[in-house]
Each structure stands twice: as structure tokens, then as C-alpha cells.
């Protein structure tokens, strides 16, 4: 590992639960665009795992340079250079994808920029197409396990534009923009990934 990769523990436990999900949900060839691509390593791993799938990693301009050290390294014909997306901010790339993916990011965004996001996924998504969203989630209005519930109330008390998102918020919001709910997928660490597919 070159020094100027970043490294984030969660992401090397998260990986490998989320790739076997991924390749059960993203089966066929297509473009993958991926949202809050953060230390890069998802993007990596993924991309070498999935060699079907054309992979986007996008994140904020800050985060950039690490993700391209991690697409440098893997040196995949099928990991493209990271874009540069600030949802609320940037142009977004040029659609049609067939998958977009997103991994903690909601919960981190506030409510302004969540909006932005489903409704940026669904001018990129292609007809059809899947959405997944990976991370913790409340039930209508009911925690799914204590510790979401603590991780809940520390990120309010960090900044009160932050928090674990509720499903069926999503889901409305989703519905706004033409996105219909296909599946709740259970996972470890009380983490769920939330698919949507563009009607």
C-alpha cells in the first residue's frame, strides 16, 4: 500500500458483504456510477471483483486525489479516473448508467443534499436501471438495533443537518423522481443496502 492511499478499517469490513450482494443485484454489463467514493477502496475492490461492470467513482474535489491513488494502484481497464461531484454543486456525469451505488453518505448529508441525490440518480439512471444505497437506516421512525439509535444521536449532536435517514423518507422521495423500491437487504453491522429501480 503506497503512503498516499487512504485507508479507512470500515471499508475493508464492510467489502465483502457488499460484493456478495452486488453480484447478486448487478448482474448484467453496464456503466456503474458511484456516489461518495471516499478513500477509493470500494471503487477498487469492486471493480476488480466485478470485471463486467465500467466503474465511476465520483466523490467532492477533496476526497479525489485518494481515490485515484487507489485506481492507480489496482491499474483496472474497467476503473475509470474518480469525477468530481458535490450533488448539491457540480454537473453530474453524462447518463445513461445502469447501476448507481452509494455507501454512508446519506447520514452524513443534510437533507438539502439527499434530495439532490435521488434526484441527480434519476436524470443518470438508465430506464430500468438499479440504485443501490448502502448503510445504516431507521424503519418508520424506529432504530433497528440500540447502537444505530446511539450513532443517531451523535451525528445530530455533531451537526444537526446530520442523521440516520428513515426508509420511508427515502422511499417518498425516491417515488418523486420515478424510483420504485425492490428490496431491503439485510446486512451485518446493522447496516442494510436500500435498491430502488428507475420505472
Known amino acids: 500500500m503506497t503512503s498516499d492511499k487512504p485507508y479507512a478499517p470500515a471499508a475493508e469490513?464492510?467489502?465483502?458483504?457488499?460484493?456478495?450482494?452486488?453480484?447478486?443485484?448487478?448482474?448484467?454489463?453496464?456503466?456503474?456510477?458511484?456516489?461518495?467514493a471516499g478513500t477509493?477502496?470500494?471503487?477498487?475492490?469492486?471493480?476488480?471483483?466485478?470485471?463486467?461492470?465500467?466503474?465511476h467513482?465520483?466523490?467532492?474535489?477533496?476526497?479525489?486525489?485518494?481515490?485515484?491513488?487507489?485506481?492507480?494502484?489496482?491499474?483496472?481497464?474497467?476503473?475509470?479516473?474518480p469525477l468530481q461531484l458535490d450533488v448539491l454543486r457540480d454537473a453530474w456525469p453524462e447518463g445513461p448508467f445502469e447501476y448507481v451505488y452509494s455507501a454512508n453518505t446519506v447520514h452524513i448529508m443534510h437533507w438539502p443534499a439527499v434530495e439532490a441525490l435521488f434526484a441527480g440518480v434519476a436524470r443518470v439512471l438508465a430506464p430500468g436501471g438499479l440504485f443501490a444505497l448502502y448503510g445504516p437506516f431507521a424503519h418508520d421512525g424506529v432504530h433497528t438495533a440500540d447502537s444505530n439509535a446511539r450513532f443517531d444521536r451523535a451525528l445530530r449532536a455533531q451537526d444537526p443537518g446530520m442523521g440516520v435517514r428513515d426508509r420511508a423518507d427515502l422511499d417518498a422521495l425516491a417515488a418523486t423522481h420515478g424510483l420504485q423500491p425492490e428490496a431491503v437487504i439485510d446486512l451485518p453491522a446493522n447496516n442494510q443496502i436500500l435498491l430502488w429501480r428507475r420505472t
Request: net charge negative; charged share 20%; proline share 9%.
Open 13 to 36: 469490513q464492510n467489502r465483502t458483504p457488499i460484493l456478495a450482494q452486488l453480484r447478486e443485484q448487478f448482474l448484467a454489463y453496464g456503466r456503474v456510477l458511484e456516489i461518495g
Open 40 to 55: 477509493g477502496q470500494h471503487a477498487a475492490h469492486f471493480a476488480a471483483a466485478l470485471p463486467h461492470l465500467d466503474w
Open 57 to 81: 467513482p465520483s466523490d467532492v474535489v477533496e476526497n479525489l486525489p485518494g481515490v485515484e491513488a487507489w485506481r492507480r494502484d489496482a491499474a483496472l481497464p474497467n476503473l475509470r479516473p
